[in-house]
């Protein structure tokens, strides 16, 4: 296991509603990413916290937000849900030094449906 | 052009077979690249980084092209546990991390 973890594992939400999901990054490391991954489909990066800062960011609007805490642990907070938001959102926390970019390890998910 | 492509399969192959993924990608000041298993409904995990020289881990050997922009994962001796999605993924510098869309591959015993 990555020693990665993520909360709830499963939530069902209504559309217009607000959503947060937690990650606790794995022990050292310093960096977390998230990403939305649609059925089908390969994850999609949404953005990374690098230092409590955002670090980049993907495609997506400013209703999906997020924070990063001193213990590296993360939130994603989604507003006004929408159904396409229906998806399985990975948290990936990794160790970055000067730039250089280390491999992901993964937590185990959150599967998001919106009704 | 997408960031980065792959072949969504599926490739169905016997055990013992030998298979080969590609992966091409747009961005040439990629700085590094790896590749990640997905079983399904389950998080990606990382199979192995790819390095210029190529890199082989037992069954597995990676390959990068930088001139022509891909990546490549041959797997010896297929076993039906090799059964996963097989994801790309292209690190674009800046922490810009895409992935492909994954590669079904099943084994058939």
């Known amino acids: 296991e990555t020693g990665v973890t993520q909360s709830p594992t499963h939530l069902i939400k209504t559309r217009g509603q607000q959503v947060t999901l937690r990650c606790s990054s794995q022990?050292?490391?310093?960096?977390v990413s998230w990403y939305q991954q649609a059925l089908g489909q390969g994850p999609q990066f949404i953005f990374q916290y690098y230092r409590e800062e955002e670090n980049g960011r993907g495609n997506f609007p400013p209703r999906f937000s997020g924070l990063q805490f001193p213990n590296y642990s993360s939130e994603l907070n989604v507003n006004a849900l929408e159904l396409d938001d229906s998806a399985l959102y990975l948290c990936?926390?990794?160790?970055?030094?000067?730039?250089?970019?280390?491999?992901?390890?993964f937590g185990p998910g959150t599967r998001l449906t919106v009704l | 052009r997408k960031e980065v492509e792959q072949d969504p399969g599926p490739f169905n192959v016997p055990e013992g077979a030998t298979v080969a993924f590609n992966c091409t990608y747009s961005?040439?000041?990629?700085?590094?690249f790896f590749w990640y298993r997905q079983d399904c409904r389950k998080e990606p995990k990382l199979l192995m980084s790819v390095y210029s020289s190529g890199n082989e881990d037992g069954r597995f050997t990676a390959q990068l092209n930088r001139a022509s922009q891909y990546i490549s994962l041959l797997i010896r001796d297929s076993k039906l546990s090799d059964s996963a999605t097989y994801l790309c993924v292209v690190n674009g510098g800046y922490q810009k991390v895409t992935f492909g869309t994954g590669t079904k591959l099943q084994v058939i015993p």
């Open positions: 961005n040439s000041a990629s700085q590094s």
């Open positions: 990936a926390s990794s160790y970055a030094d000067r730039g250089t970019y280390n491999e992901q390890f």
């Open positions: 022990s050292g490391h310093n960096t």
